[in-house]
């Protein structure tokens, strides 16, 4: 997968507008109810970090279109959940998929509305959650904020851990499928450590 996101990018480079589009799509298909469980969308976007760093494309334009496809997408997600959601239910796909977004909907009601922002970082619940919270009525300010925050550091890290791949492809390879993981870690670590602070003063 890695091999052939490098190529594909790399066919475009002639003119990286065309890149830049490329990932807010892929970005937007990550994230979006249904359609991130089945796209790896992931892969090319910590691709086109890597390759941001050997100066094919501007890493800050990268960051942006995949920033502004994964927070549209969440919000889409949102409202689908949010106005259709008994039409959903009903379609062949939703059917299945019902057990990730039993996941979810279990994750959201045990997390609430911050769920939103750690979903982003688990693979299965990034374009599940959203959905969800839109089905459960979340307020749609509280969403938009966890939705944005996420949506930055999501971006930001994924773009940035492709330019920081001083290992190349190899360690894309071997750590790819951990990297949700250490990721969500990593910030309810920080998310944690800020409360505990805050309580102590």
Same mark, same amino acid.
């Given at each position: ?13 002639? %003119?990286?507008?065309?890149?830049? +589009? ?35 494309? %501007? ?19 949102? +409202?689908? /959940? ?21 996941? /979810? ?10 769920? +939103? ?10 374009? +599940? ?44 390879? %071997? ?27």
């Amino acid at each position: 997968m890695e091999e052939f996101s490098k190529q594909l990018l790399l066919s475009l480079k002639n %003119n990286s507008l065309y890149v830049y +589009v490329f990932i807010f799509i892929v970005s937007f298909t990550e994230s979006f109810a249904f359609l991130g469980l089945i796209v790896p969308g992931a892969a090319i976007v910590v691709t086109a970090g890597l390759l941001s760093a050997k100066g094919y494309f %501007n890493i800050y334009w990268l960051m942006v279109f995949a920033i502004f496809g994964a927070v549209l997408a969440d919000l889409a997600s949102f +409202v689908l /959940g949010k106005k259709y959601f008994d039409y959903v239910t009903t379609t062949k796909i939703y059917a299945k998929y019902r057990d990730y977004f039993s996941k /979810g909907e279990i994750f959201f009601k045990k997390h609430g509305g911050i769920s +939103v922002f750690f979903g982003r970082f688990i693979g299965f619940l990034r374009p +599940v959650i959203p959905f969800v919270a839109g089905a459960m009525k979340m307020n749609t300010a509280a969403f938009l904020f966890w939705a944005i925050l996420s949506g930055i550091l999501w971006g930001a890290a994924y773009i940035g851990f492709g330019y920081l791949s001083n290992e190349g492809l190899k360690l894309l390879s %071997n750590l790819f499928d951990r990297l949700d993981y250490l990721t969500a870690f990593a910030i309810i670590l920080l998310v944690m450590i800020f409360f505990i602070r805050k309580i102590k003063r």
